[in-house]
């Protein structure tokens, strides 16, 4: 199941049984991403 919110970017997955991966894209000035 993958839902993913428009605005924000967020994705949603279940990584096994009842597990879910959260996922929301940052963006931190001056960190050159991690």
């Known amino acids: 199941m993958t839902v993913t ?3 924000s970017s967020t994705n949603v ?3 096994a049984d ?3 991966r ?3 894209p ?3 000035e001056g ?3 991690f």
Request: aromatic share 6%; glycine share 16%.
């Open 5 to 7: 919110n428009s605005q």
């Open 13 to 15: 997955n279940e990584v």
């Open 18 to 20: 009842g597990i879910y």
């Open 22 to 24: 959260i996922n929301t």
């Open 26 to 28: 940052v963006v931190i």
């Open 31 to 33: 960190a050159g991403g």
